[in-house]
């Protein structure tokens, strides 16, 4: 209470040091008490509210008083400095982020462990899993598995299309399986992992593993004359002998075109790097499986080809006119090769109207909106700001979930208020319609610049590409901020660019008081100790806690929050000096 304080010529330091003084323990020794010595400790135990209140402080050189006297003592809740809300509730977020040694993966099956035994425990306790990124890995790789068998089904039936016998298809189906296990060993052995990247290779290397099975299997049927087993095991042998020059040099023309992948540094490198090498794996394996596990197969299974398959009509006319059309072409070279150049002038031509980009993005459903406010603004009025946000966006029919984060959170990317917005996966638009939507709505809420993008992880990781920014240098702010005006002036002027603005508009006030030196040590005291009072007497001071049913609880000496809330309100602020004298700040 400032004017107890005045009555008794007290300051806010003298309360402070008075508090944290009272509670203290102290060793001061040891006692043989019997057969046992002892350590003996001195102090005083403060436990409950109502013990503060008679904390003694001595005025006037002998009088006491207590603490009640001069200051109103109660219970009360930290002042709100954040805002946390999931679809428009009063939540507390909590951001969990893994070591560098575990998966997403594994980190995402310790946590809902925990969730749902603290749920068990607690029937009052609703934990909601916002987003979780195993959920996104796991679906990825999901994905890429079911491709993976379904490119060994669709290869088999292909390859009974052609031959029309069942065992040729499980010939090269046997040596799918045994590739691909081999390549799973040679990237265990590089320490390569199986995610997106790696799978999509195993993916594209299953294609290629049957070409080499395919042509040495045709080539056994060739060199087969009879069906019994002396003749396979000698058709298995010349067939492979045939051809397995030519496959040994097709796949090592392959391997040489993907082995610069994996020689690529930076982010690209460590992007395709183990695309590369898990290609190479996969061709290398496929090679051995087809010179080897193919000729064996074929001499046990015996498959025979048959001139009724299904599609053997439809490539024999496919043959026929291939026939007759190289026929004429092969009079004409100059035509082909004429032909062909300008064919390949008209894919460089064609290439310059492709976009040009990292990574292409894909439609996650998710949106995040950021409003940017200006620095030093009250959390109430960036609370009504995000409540406006909240009711449009709650609107709209498509949104399964939001999250809305404002001051120090961990969850928040960003330092400024963001929602995170979560759309169904049956939405009836797409995430790019509704962020135009939300552009225009959004607009014309005041004091806030709000920017609106839908999120997904390629442009987290490299960045948004429809984004410029221009960092200026300078050891003189008054000339920074007018070059930083004039371009941000100059480029608002420019059709094609929408939101152009300097981090300098949004530099928050600041109220600086300079001490003069001379004149506090004049008063008795020091610049220091003025900062030090002054910062007691605005932002309060914690000088102990307490220890209640086994939580810490601070103590915290403060003016009340109406006393020193304007400027006008700081200029009044009087300081005690060593004296006990009064001096008035502005002095």
């Keep these: ?56 402080i001595t005025v006037g050189g002998s009088n006491i008083i207590y603490l009640e006297d001069v200051a109103n003592i109660y219970n009360a809740k930290e ?72 490119a060994v089904a669709v290869s088999m039936i292909i390859i009974w ?11 090269v189906g046997t040596s799918i399986p045994i590739s691909i296990l081999a390549a799973l060993v040679a990237m265990s052995a590089a320490g ?19 070409d080499n099975s395919t042509v040495v299997l045709e080539s056994c049927f060739r060199a087969t004359t009879d069906t019994g087993f002396r003749e396979f095991s000698k058709a298995a042998l010349n067939g492979t002998g045939v051809v397995y020059q030519s496959v040994i040099g097709s796949t090592l023309t392959t391997c040489v075109v993907f082995l610069p992948l994996a020689m690529l540094g930076g982010m690209t490198g460590m992007m395709f790097r183990p695309l590369g090498f898990t290609i190479v794996f996969c061709m290398t394996a496929s090679l051995i499986s087809a010179i080897t596990v193919v000729p064996l197969c074929y001499m046990i299974y015996k498959p025979v080809e048959k001139k009724t398959a299904p599609l053997s009509r439809p490539v024999e006319k496919m043959q026929e006119a291939y026939r007759g059309i190289m026929t004429k072409l092969l009079n004409k070279r100059g035509l082909v090769m004429l032909a062909s150049v300008a064919l390949l002038l008209f894919s460089f031509f064609i290439a ?127 000339d920074l901020k007018a070059v930083s005006d004039q371009l941000a002036e100059n480029l608002s002027k420019r059709p094609e660019l929408t939101k152009v603005h300097s981090d300098l508009e949004n530099a928050a006030s600041v109220v600086k008081v300079t001490v003069n030196p001379i004149k506090a040590r004049a008063a008795g005291l020091t610049p220091a100790q003025i900062g030090g ?11 102990t806690s307490l220890n209640i049913d086994g939580n810490d609880i601070d103590v915290k000496v403060e003016y009340p929050k109406e006393r020193y809330k304007t400027l006008d309100q700081i200029e009044t602020i009087t300081l005690q000096t060593p004296k006990g004298s009064s001096v008035a700040l502005t002095d």
């Design 1 to 56: 209470l400032p004017e107890k304080l005045n009555q008794y010529h007290l300051s806010m330091n003298a309360i402070t040091a008075a508090v944290k003084s009272a509670d203290f323990s102290y060793p001061v020794g040891s006692t043989q008490v019997g057969k046992q010595e002892l350590s003996v400790s001195a102090g005083v135990d403060y436990s409950t509210m109502e013990s503060l209140k008679k904390i003694p």
């Design 79 to 150: 002042a709100a400095s954040s805002i946390g809300r999931y679809n428009g509730r009063d939540t507390i977020s909590v951001a969990i982020k893994k070591q560098q040694s575990s998966s997403d993966v594994e980190a995402s099956k310790a946590v809902r462990k925990v969730v749902d035994r603290l749920m068990a425990n607690d029937e009052n306790l609703e934990i909601v899993v916002v987003d979780d990124n195993s959920d996104m890995i796991k679906s990825s790789l999901s994905s890429v598995m079911q491709t993976m068998v379904m």
């Design 161 to 171: 299309l052609f031959f029309g016998d069942l065992k040729a298809s499980l010939i």
């Design 192 to 210: 390569f992992s199986l995610n997106v990247i790696t799978l999509s290779s195993l993916v594209l290397g299953v294609g290629m593993m049957v």
């Design 352 to 478: 310059k109207f492709l976009r040009v980009e990292m990574m292409a993005e894909d439609d996650q459903g998710q949106i995040s909106i950021t409003a940017e406010v200006k620095p030093g603004m009250t959390i109430d009025k960036v609370d009504n700001i995000m409540k406006q946000i909240e009711d449009i966006i709650s609107q709209q029919g498509d949104v399964e979930s939001y999250i809305t984060l404002a001051g120090s959170s961990g969850l928040s990317m960003s330092s400024d208020p963001n929602i995170t917005v979560y759309l169904k996966k049956d939405r009836k638009r797409e995430t790019d319609e509704v962020v135009r939507l939300w552009k225009q709505q959004l607009g014309g809420i005041s004091d806030t610049n709000i920017t609106v993008e839908a999120y997904s992880q390629v442009s987290a990781m490299m960045g948004s590409d429809d984004e410029y920014s221009v960092d200026l240098q300078s050891t003189n702010y008054d």
């Design 533 to 543: 009072t002054l910062n007691n007497m605005l932002s309060g001071t914690t000088p």
